[in-house]
């Protein structure tokens, strides 16, 4: 890929010098100001990290983070460091001292914490969102990303949701979620409490272990021909004799029958044959759960699977190649062996992520169509009309667009600094621009580019419809482990090298100068 300088320079101008404010603020820049956590300062940089996070506790107003800094420096004054919550939630801390090994905790509502946490005495910060007047700002039970902000370097985006393999037991049903350390915006780097309400404040935080048995592929055939795979990365056999499996969007539970022994370090299947009730995979998708019985007792340790919609093949798990895992549909069926890395992906694929721009510099995705004939992103699905969405970009209006044959689509972020319609003047009639709400994570996150399915409707409620997606492409991209550092705040952006893998696979990109709206 080469860079068209007059294009991209065109960007730029017509974005102004004030495109600050579409990148990461003054987090994204690398000048320093004497404050303790600039690169010119001498002492370490300061990083943080988000150890606990509480969004949806049976109490609805009780939610809350926990932070704390995880190497380098103290804080003298976090409100000259611009330590803040930004993303699902944003907090301003007050001109106050942070110490490392200080966990500190900021809550949407102080009564309520209070409340909940009569034994508390650490330091709690609050109510977020403290610019906003009337209603407290909740965190989505369905999930987000919460940045904790520095300037200069230092800050980190933690995700959390309630899809697995992410815990069934944070969402909702008592624990907090506690993060284990690595990528924060990977499911497996966390884990749910023991303690039920979690235990803001503390270092001290027990946590259900994992299993070693897991998920690892699903035939879903709806009908009779169904059947589930799994494998066991432990060294001992696992009996999962009398263990449930849990559909929990269509709220059916199985139990494991007896004789069923999952080897160390290999794989084992069930066949529909073998359950006295129906397995029933749907091909629209479905959450799965696996979850530990000793003696017709639930353990609270389990393990999950989100298959998309497969209308063909199987679903499961992929090992990347830097050892981390994704689910997806799967281009070939692989019983009682490794899966192999190839998805049922496609046409549309995430083709460049410019996610942490120097000052100056928009951000932007670009989405490309593979297929021989244009994409239309509305299409009828029995009665009702489904929208292609991309997930990870906040909300964006796809229903009108239809991207060309070989064509791209240039998502930019919504901010009135850019003419829109100067700049698309300057782009290729194959080139489809949109604006988008929300902001690309500097630190790592999940981009999902889905075809509607199916829906359900929900005849408990009017008007509720619960659609089912294809996943067309996914992409967990990262600013750590084997992905390209030139693409972090180096001027350079992630390019797609091969839509054959993953996308969530280092693997699959390159770093080069970008290229919006260039193949």
């Known amino acids: 890929m080469n860079l068209n300088p007059l294009k991209y320079s065109m960007l730029l101008c017509l974005a102004s010098s004030a495109l600050i404010a579409c990148s990461d603020d003054s987090s994204s820049s690398s000048s320093g100001n004497g404050d303790g956590n600039s690169p010119s300062d001498s002492k370490p940089l300061t990083q943080m990290a988000c150890s606990e996070i509480m969004y949806h506790h049976p109490d609805s107003l009780v939610e809350w983070v926990e932070i704390y800094i995880e190497s380098g420096e103290d804080l003298e004054n976090m409100a000259l460091s611009e330590l803040r919550l930004d993303g699902a939630v944003e907090y301003n801390f007050p ?16 009564d309520a914490f209070k409340k909940a946490y009569p034994d508390f005495n650490g330091r709690l910060f609050g109510p977020w969102n403290n610019d906003n007047k009337g209603e407290v700002e909740k965190l989505s039970n369905g999930g987000d990303v919460i940045s904790v902000k520095l300037r200069g370097a230092g800050d980190i985006d933690c995700s959390f949701d309630n899809s697995p393999p992410w815990p069934s037991l944070a969402d909702g049903a008592g624990s907090s979620l506690v993060f284990l350390g690595g990528n924060a915006s990977m499911p497996n780097n966390w884990a749910a409490s023991k303690k039920n309400g979690g235990n803001p404040g503390s270092s001290e935080d027990e946590v259900y272990a994992p299993l070693t048995v897991r998920i690892n ?14 494998y066991n990365s432990g060294k001992n056999d696992v009996d999962i004799s009398g263990w449930l499996l849990i559909a929990s969007r269509r709220g059916d539970t199985l139990s494991i029958p007896e004789g069923s022994i999952v080897p160390a370090e290999s794989y084992f299947v069930l066949k529909q044959e073998q359950f006295e009730d129906d397995l029933l995979l749907l091909k629209r998708g479905e959450n799965l759960y696996l979850r530990e019985y000793v003696n017709g007792t639930w353990t609270l340790s389990e393990t999950g699977l989100e298959y998309p919609a497969t209308p063909s093949g199987t679903a499961g798990i992929l090992e990347l190649s830097d050892g981390s895992l994704m689910q997806g549909s799967l281009k070939k069926a692989t ?11 496609g046409p549309l694929y995430v083709n460049e992520i410019f996610y942490n721009p120097p000052e100056g510099q928009l951000e932007f995705i670009e989405i490309i169509n593979t297929a021989d004939s244009a994409v239309t992103l509305s ?67 999940q981009i999902l580019v889905k075809e509607p399915y199916a829906f359900v409707e929900d005849l408990t409620k009017p008007n509720a419809i619960d659609w089912c997606y294809r996943w067309s492409d996914v992409v967990l991209y990262s600013d750590d482990g084997l992905w390209s550092e030139e693409a972090d705040g180096m001027g350079m952006s992630l390019h797609r090298a091969d839509y054959s893998m993953p996308g969530s696979d280092p693997g699959a990109w390159t770093a080069n100068l970008p290229t919006p709206g260039e193949k």
């Open 217 to 230: 592929e699903v035939a879903p055939t709806d009908g009779s021909e169904d059947w589930i795979e799994f």
């Open 335 to 345: 019983p009682e062996k490794k899966n192999v890395s190839e998805l049922l992906s």
């Open 379 to 445: 299409l009828p699905i029995g009665s009702k009309t489904g929208v292609w969405e991309i997930s990870g970009l906040g909300d964006s209006d796809l229903e009108t667009l239809s991207i060309p044959a070989g064509g791209l689509l240039l998502m930019l972020p919504d901010t009135n600094i850019l003419d829109l319609e100067a700049y698309a003047a300057t782009l290729s009639k194959d080139v489809v621009l949109q604006k988008y709400s929300g902001k690309i994570s500097n630190r790592g996150e």
């Open 95 to 110: 001109e106050e001292p942070m110490k490392k090994g200080e966990r500190l905790v900021v809550t949407g509502d102080l």
